[in-house]
């Protein structure tokens, strides 16, 4: 049996987090879900996720400062963030980061899918 790619959730707006979560349960990957940076880092250092997708907008941490931790704990965790509103220096500092890409909001599921299938393919 193959293993099933876990995908760490992350956005303040809880309907978002469901919604991405619902589609990607109906492609068959696991979800773990956060609401804010803080609890994002949490779950970051628990062994089994295989990928982040992650708001860029957050109170508290943001998805940029969230990244820089997650690659701290994780050097090689694929990260994708989403924004309605990033702007290009947000984009920059979010690639230089380490995100794989940032996707638009609303989200591009086929975009996220992609990513994370790309990525199963590469875990196999």
Excluded: N, W
């Excluded at 295989?50 to 969230?66: Q, R």
């Excluded at 704990?73 to 980061?97: C, F, G, W």
């Amino acid at each position: 049996m193959e293993k099933k790619i876990k995908v760490l959730v992350v956005d303040d707006d809880r309907r978002m987090v469901r919604t991405i979560c619902d589609i990607l349960h109906y492609k068959g990957y696991e979800t773990e879900r956060a609401y804010c940076g803080e609890e994002a880092v949490e779950k970051a250092k628990e062994d089994g996720l295989d990928c982040v997708l992650m708001d860029l907008k957050m109170p508290g941490l943001d998805g940029v400062e969230t990244l820089k931790i997650i690659k701290e704990i994780k050097r090689d965790m694929p990260v994708m963030l989403m924004s309605a509103y990033a702007t290009v220096e947000q984009a920059d500092e979010a690639k230089r980061e380490g995100a794989h890409a940032l996707l638009g909001k609303p989200i591009d599921i086929q975009a996220a899918l992609l990513f994370i299938s790309d990525l199963k393919e590469k875990l196999s």
